[in-house]
Each structure stands twice: as structure tokens, then as C-alpha cells.
């Protein structure tokens, strides 16, 4: 069947939480009106799924830039940053990195991210110096921010294309990523984004029988922010289970080599530079937000005259290092061996998701902006509006808290540390909600929603449509959606 003949979700129909909110205007789509297939113009109308889903997704990012605009300038005075709820690292670390003074990322001023990010501040930062060195005129930081919110902005909107491109029945999943409270508020708040294209862009190569490129892909991620390496995990999990190895050996090794050839130049160059990134997370103590901060909180509740467990890991942190790494591990052995005994293969986005959520869940620090590493796998693995808009005002009151925790530490507190801790608690109640309805439908795959209207998985590349021994759910004769007239 050609791509643009392919029948098309609709969740009006399909989802439960969008039915019901369709009946406020009609209800759902009628079975006799006029679809077009798959997001291709199939006569007449310029506004298919894929245009208005990658035009929803341009007026959330323009809308994101307006909410940023108060702290553009850089005058952050009277805690306007705070206040306005505009803060952003891309402006302040144009001044802490040195950017504003020609300095060269690693080789002159260490850098506390990944080698790829780096290099990424220092291509957009350094001509904005040499601009702006002879024109006092000019605000560098915010040329400097702008001209980041617009290069991000545009990997964001290339990654919504390739979710488009992954979900080519399904084009609507991609509205949860361009329309998300999360993402309105935290796009540019570092520069995740880049990671995030790199990573859906290594899931559409893999999805395309790519191997090679989706390595390349998915290294280059993790060069720039860590967690994109975790997808690999899932795709071995898989080829263990297929017995289809060659070309996830393939997509580990590239992508194991790219982060080689990425790290091992300026790590043999500028060592001390370099080691700044894996020194800062060594010495960290337990960070806002987390699940050892809650620990800590409850800590001072149960025994308010001597320090806790958490508070005790705290203040010894190789302890609490290995005690992170460890529950971590243990959570992707049990991930495997779901993956291994669950009665369908599994699909990989579904176990990506996992994986990078454990990553979160045990970690002792969760900034507030890496909502958006988990925003492409949960619509992948689990598009569901009900769940997913939960998540999401979660994490949008955790954002309006951690502001108020900013302003509180700043010397103006405006809410007592309990209401941080219980925005910090139902944050981590979102996430681990969305785990558990992945691993029901992991479990239960005739709930899956993506088999609704998939065969096997589409992201699964040489996994899709393989055989599975172990399949206690036979694959249907004919596609799971009948296209309509």
C-alpha cells in the first residue's frame, strides 16, 4: 500500500478522552465525511494534518518566544527572571561561559555539557562576540538567544516532521508534541532541543532500515545530552529477542564510534576543559525536584533533630552516585526482561520511553527542561490525550513552583517549601503514570493504541514484522484500520 493511501487515525474516534470532548461540538467524525489519507493533499485543500500540525507547532514556539521576551534583553533586574518566569540558561550562559568574551568553549573556559553542546553554544556565540566587539550598540546576549531560539526552534520543527514521518497513520500524535503546555514553556530553557532532534531524526533512520545513519544520529545525540545513547539499550533488548542482530550491531557500534570521534579531539586537547561536563555531575549533591529532595524534605518531618537517610546521602555523594546508578541499572534489567517475556515483542519506543524515564525517576538532578527528553517517546509510545494532558499540567506546576523555589532562595519567599515538594511529587506522579499505562500496554498489547492501527511497529525498522516465537497474539490478515472512502 502506498504511503499516501494509508488510512488515517482519528481520535475523535479512537481516543476515549477526545471523543468525549468532541461531543461539546458535535461529536466524533462521521463515518461518511471526507478524509484525506495519511496528511497528503489529496485535492483541494492546502490545510492537510501534517500543515496544520507543523503550523501549530511554529505558533507554540512563537508563543514560547514572546513568554521569554521579558528576560531577552538581559536587565534582570528586581528578580524579573523569576517573576516573569522567563529565565533562561542560553542568555545567562553566554556571560558564565565566557561567549561574551571571544572565549573558545573547552579550549579556553570549561564547559559543564557535552562536547556537541558545546560546540554548538561556540558556533552560534563566538560570531555574535566578533559582531558585536566593535558595536556597542548591539545586545549580544540577546542576539545571541534569539539567534538560538530561532536554529532550535527550527531543529523543533524538524522533529515533529520526522514524528510526522513515523506516525504516517497516525498524524495527529504529532498535535501532543506541537501543542504541549511543557514544551510552550521550556523549549529554549536550554538547549535540549538539539538532542531531541537528533534523537527522533536516529529513530526515523532506524525506523528506515538506516542502521548506519540512525548510529551516526543517535551518537551525535548523545554527544550533546546523554540520554539519547539509552535508545540503544532497548534496540539490543530487541535484536536478543528477534535474533535479528545485524543491523542493531551495526546502529550500536556507529553510534558507540560517533561519540568516540566527537569526545576523544578535545579530550586529548583540552582534558581540563573537557572533564568539567563528568567532574560537575560527580559532585553534586542531591538537586531541587528529585526524588532524594522530596527524601530530604521528609527527612526534616520525621525527625526534625537529626539528619535522615537522605540527608545523610546527601552529604556523602560518591554513596549516593552509586546508589542512583544502581536502582537505575536494577530498572533496566527489570525493562529487559519484560522486554524478554512479555507475550508480544514489545515495541521500541514503548521501552525507550522506559528507560529514559527510570534515568529521571532515580536521577538526583531533574531540571525542569527535561520534560522535553521524554515528550517524543511518550507520544511514540503511548498516544493517549487523558494521560498525557495529566502529565503535562504536572509539569507545568512544577514550573510555576520551581520559579517560586527560585524566588524563595533569591530572599523573597512567596509559598512555603511544601508546596515546591508536593509540585516536585506530583511531577514524578506524572511520569510514573505514564510508565505504568506503557508497561499495561506492553502487557496487554491489544490496548496498545499504535497496534490499533499498526500490525507490529512502525518505529520497529528490522524488528517490524519479524518473528516472534513467543507471540501470543498472532499478527491480524489485513491492516488493523479499514480505509474509508
Not at 531577552?72 to 533586574?77: K, P, S, V
Not at 527572571?81 to 565566557?98: I, K, M, S
Not at 506503557?438 to 520497529?460: F, K, M, N, S
Request: a neutral charge; charged letters at 15%.
Amino acid at each position: 500500500m502506498r504511503d499516501d493511501a494509508e488510512p488515517v487515525d482519528l481520535p475523535s474516534r479512537s481516543d476515549g478522552f477526545v471523543r468525549g470532548l468532541s461531543e461539546s461540538i458535535g461529536g466524533p467524525v462521521g463515518e461518511h465525511a471526507v478524509e484525506r489519507a495519511g496528511g497528503a493533499r489529496t485535492g483541494g485543500g492546502f490545510w492537510t494534518v501534517s500543515r496544520i500540525v507543523l503550523a501549530l507547532m511554529c505558533l507554540t514556539l512563537a508563543l514560547h518566544w514572546v513568554q521569554k521576551s521579558p528576560c531577552q534583553d538581559g536587565a534582570w533586574e528586581n528578580h524579573r527572571q523569576y517573576t516573569r518566569f522567563c529565565y533562561t540558561d542560553v542568555l545567562a550562559l553566554y556571560y558564565a561561559e565566557g561567549l561574551n568574551e571571544g572565549k573558545v568553549p573547552y579550549a579556553d573556559h570549561p564547559v559543564e555539557y557535552p562536547v556537541l553542546t558545546g560546540a554548538f553554544m561556540g558556533a552560534l556565540g563566538l560570531p555574535v562576540h566578533a559582531l558585536g566587539k566593535g558595536r556597542p550598540e548591539i545586545n549580544q546576549g540577546q542576539w545571541f538567544y534569539n539567534i538560538n531560539a530561532l536554529v532550535l526552534g527550527a531543529i523543533g520543527v524538524g522533529a515533529v516532521g520526522a514524528l510526522l514521518a513515523l506516525r504516517k497513520r497516525r498524524p495527529w500524535d504529532a498535535a501532543m508534541f506541537a501543542l504541549s503546555p511543557a514544551l510552550l514553556v521550556t523549549a529554549t530553557v536550554n538547549w535540549d532541543l538539539l538532542a531531541i532532534g537528533l534523537a527522533v531524526f536516529g529513530m526515523l533512520a532506524w525506523a528506515r532500515h538506516r542502521p548506519v545513519a540512525a548510529g551516526v544520529l543517535l551518537g551525535l545525540g548523545c554527544a550533546a545530552k546523554l540520554w539519547p545513547l539509552f535508545i540503544l539499550g532497548p534496540i539490543l533488548v530487541l535484536a536478543f529477542r528477534t535474533k535479528r542482530w545485524r543491523a542493531a550491531m551495526t546502529t550500536v557500534w556507529v553510534g558507540a564510534a560517533t561519540v568516540l570521534a566527537v569526545n576523544i579531539p578535545i579530550a586529548l586537547a583540552f582534558p581540563d576543559g573537557w572533564k568539567r561536563f563528568f567532574e560537575l555531575n560527580s559532585t553534586r549533591p542531591v538537586d531541587w525536584g528529585t526524588l532524594w529532595y522530596i527524601g530530604r524534605y521528609l527527612d526534616t518531618k520525621w525527625s526534625p533533630d537529626s539528619a535522615g537517610p537522605f540527608q545523610w546521602l546527601s552529604d556523602n555523594i560518591s554513596t549516593l552516585n552509586f546508589l542512583t546508578y544502581a536502582l537505575f541499572g536494577i530498572a533496566c534489567l527489570a525493562i529487559a526482561g519484560l522486554a524478554v517475556y512479555a507475550p508480544r515483542r514489545p515495541r521500541l519506543a514503548a521501552l525507550a520511553f522506559l528507560v529514559v524515564a527510570a534515568f529521571l525517576i532515580f536521577s538526583k538532578v531533574w531540571s525542569q527542561q527535561y520534560v522535553l527528553w521524554l515528550l517524543p517517546l511518550a507520544i511514540l509510545a503511548r498516544p493517549r490525550w487523558g494521560a498525557f494532558l495529566f502529565w503535562q499540567v504536572t509539569e507545568v506546576l512544577y514550573f510555576v513552583a520551581f520559579y517560586g523555589e527560585l524566588l524563595g532562595a533569591s530572599g523573597k519567599q512567596v509559598f512555603p517549601e511544601g508546596v515546591f515538594v508536593l509540585a516536585a511529587t506530583l511531577r514524578l506522579a506524572g511520569v510514573v503514570a505514564l510508565c505504568y499505562f506503557v508497561v499495561r500496554d506492553i502487557l496487554r498489547p491489544e490496548l496498545d493504541p499504535v497496534r490499533a492501527t499498526y500490525a507490529d511497529d512502525p518505529d520497529g525498522g528490522d524488528f517490524d514484522g519479524a518473528p516472534d516465537p513467543g507471540d501470543r497474539f498472532p499478527e491480524p490478515a489485513a491492516d488493523p484500520v479499514p480505509a474509508r472512502a
